[in-house]
T-cell receptor
Framework: GQNIDQPTEMTATEGAIVQINCTYQTSGFNGLFWYQQHAGEAPTFLSYNVLDGLEEKGRFSSFLSRSKGYSYLLLKELQMKDSASYLCAVNPNTGGFKTIFGAGTRLFVKA | GAVVSQHPSWVICKSGTSVKIECRSLDFQATTMFWYRQFPKQSLMLMATSNEGSKATYEQGVEKDKFLINHASLTLSTLTVTSAHPEDSSFYIC?????????????FGAGSRLTVL
């Protein structure tokens, strides 16, 4: 089976740094994605990792360890608009390019 | 950039009727599209993979006769919820993978909120 775990909720302060963890157990692996989803809207792509290491893109960074089945999304200089759900997703490489999503982490940024 | 248009954005229908949702890739071709449903405060559950010119691949537990998927062209996939019931009320989101894209980054439509009375 496929299993992706991430915390349900997190709260952080404006201007701070927050790390959202994700662990996965899937039948295969062909990449891990992070998406941002504001309430009532569609998800938008944030990052993609297929090799071990850190990918940095502005205020957002994503890390992957394939041997540990682990990833994290790091958000720096938090802004109020970063309050959203962050979805960890994996392509298990079972054919057809499908992507499996975790339950999402709801991040609340407070002033 | 890749844009996916989904229509309608919201729909209210009576129990027993059928509802069709369209998903179009506007500026790229998509041989594969995906349909998800999302309940409030929950994540996206993959329902099926829509393949251009062939039958859709449904996930376990998803009734293919209830959720009809047609992918007649490289830019259009449709999801028809047949004989809708209140428990089918949900947020349905389509996504598309850009043909030839190395990374399987998905572009999502804006979603369709279905309410069945």
């Amino acid at each position: 089976g496929q299993n992706i775990d991430q915390p349900t909720e997190m709260t952080a302060t404006e201007g701070a740094i927050v790390q959202i963890n994700c662990t996965y157990q899937t039948s295969g692996f062909n990449g891990l994605f992070w998406y941002q989803q504001h309430a009532g809207e569609a998800p938008t792509f944030l990052s993609y990792n297929v090799l071990d290491g850190l990918e940095e893109k502005g205020r957002f960074s994503s890390f992957l360890s394939r041997s540990k089945g682990y990833s994290y999304l790091l958000l720096k200089e938090l802004q109020m608009k970063d309050s959203a759900s962050y979805l960890c997703a994996v392509n298990p490489n079972t054919g057809g390019f499908k992507t499996i999503f975790g339950a999402g982490t709801r991040l609340f940024v407070k002033a | 950039g890749a844009v996916v248009s989904q229509h309608p954005s919201w729909v209210i229908c009576k129990s027993g009727t059928s509802v069709k949702i369209e998903c179009r890739s506007l500026d790229f071709q998509a041989t594969t599209m995906f349909w998800y449903r999302q309940f409030p405060k929950q994540s996206l559950m993959l329902m099926a993979t829509s393949n251009e010119g062939s039958k859709a691949t449904y996930e376990q537990g998803v009734e293919k006769d209830k959720f009809l998927i047609n992918h007649a062209s490289l830019t259009l996939s449709t999801l028809t919820v047949t004989s809708a019931h209140p428990e089918d009320s949900s947020f349905y989101i389509c996504s598309a993978r850009r043909q030839g894209s190395g990374a399987n980054v998905l572009t999502f439509g804006a979603g369709s909120r279905l309410t069945v009375l």
